[in-house]
């Protein structure tokens, strides 16, 4: 069988050769031009009797013509199954990037590849990704990547996210774990982690993500706060995770729980690896209404402290014993064991 593919490979490549139209005419055509022209321009300065007189003395080996048809043969049947070759591994389109995100680090083998296609492609470090597509580790590799100013992002082992392209920032985890910080200062841009099992936004923090087939959706906070909504209890609405805090989302509903020394531990030596670039905060930024605070910070919150005081504002970082609040005056700190309740207002 693999004979006779074999001789009607040849006998087109012949039949092209000798003028009959067929799917490798072009190449054929292709090739007839390149050897027509001439590869090298003689330099100017030299004259034709004595590029004549040199090419009279020169060495040259006269091959037999059918030797020379052979050769051409060969060359054309080189190209021809090349071009062959092309049009049947395509490379997966690149799009647009008009995100920002990079590929800063790879350990192992990273690849990428579009919904509309299943050929995988190699990453390298440096590369842009964009809109629509999906990316892959390998068990036992990691991906960095650069999301923004101050945003960064890990896909750990055996890991698929796909870059969605509705909104500026969303993202669907369709398996494995990432590690994401977002810089306190970003709110202005909506960060949306979607999964099988819910919805993931984020305040400015860095957390963890991990889907799987087994465990469903599980969030786990390090600094900042994330807020997380389960797909099967719409009307429970959103829980918002602390530091320290972790929630999984299930087909069932979903499960609070506290992470545990050794957790925060590990998690905190995951993104020992992750380096962002760090943007200062002012803390003498103020606004003239609510309305501007809003509009920066897309919410507004009210915060009730153990003594009775009401404060309002916008909760821009939190750690294990202090959260800071942006109110229209300035940020203040406020001690984390003296807040009663937190409402969201809009």
Request: no cysteine; charged share 30%.
């Amino acid at each position: 069988m693999k004979g006779r593919m074999d001789e009607n490979f040849e006998h087109k490549i012949r039949k092209a050769i000798e003028g009959e139209k067929n799917e490798f005419s072009s190449s054929i055509d292709k090739l007839s031009d390149m050897l027509s022209k001439s590869w090298v321009s003689p330099p100017s300065n030299i004259s034709f009797e004595e590029i004549y007189e040199k090419a009279q003395a020169s060495k040259v080996i006269n091959f037999k013509k059918p030797l020379l048809y052979t050769i051409a043969s060969a060359a054309a049947i080189l190209i021809g199954a090349f071009g062959f070759l092309i049009l049947q591994n395509p490379k997966v389109a690149p799009i647009k990037n008009e995100l920002g995100i990079s590929v800063t680090k790879i350990i192992g083998k990273g690849y990428l590849f579009s919904s509309d296609s299943e050929k995988l492609l190699a990453l390298n470090e440096g590369e842009s990704v964009g809109y629509g597509q999906i990316l892959k580790t390998e068990p036992g590799s990691k991906l960095f990547l650069s999301i923004a100013k101050g945003e960064g992002m890990i896909l750990e082992e055996s890991t698929e996210l796909e870059i969605m392209k509705e909104g500026k920032q969303s993202f669907r985890l369709r398996n494995g774990s990432i590690l994401v910080h977002l810089h306190k200062n970003l709110k202005k841009d909506e960060f949306r982690i979607l999964t099988e099992a819910g919805l993931v936004e984020v305040r400015g923090t860095k957390f963890e993500v991990r889907e799987s087939l087994k465990e469903g959706t599980i969030v786990s906070v390090l600094e900042g706060r994330v807020a997380a909504k389960s797909i099967s209890e719409p009307n429970r609405g959103e829980q918002v995770l602390q530091p320290g805090q972790k929630i999984r989302l299930e087909a069932k509903g979903f499960q609070r729980t506290f992470l545990s020394s050794a957790e925060q531990k590990d998690l905190g030596a995951k993104f020992s690896e992750l380096h962002v670039d760090e943007i200062a905060r002012s803390s003498e930024k103020s606004f003239s209404n609510e309305d501007d605070l809003f509009n920066e910070y897309q919410r507004l919150e009210r915060v009730l402290l153990s003594n009775g005081e009401t404060l309002e504002g916008v909760i821009v970082d939190m750690d294990e014993n202090f959260m800071y609040l942006q109110t229209l005056e300035k940020e203040i700190k406020i001690q984390r064991d003296s807040v009663m309740e937190v409402i969201q207002l809009r």
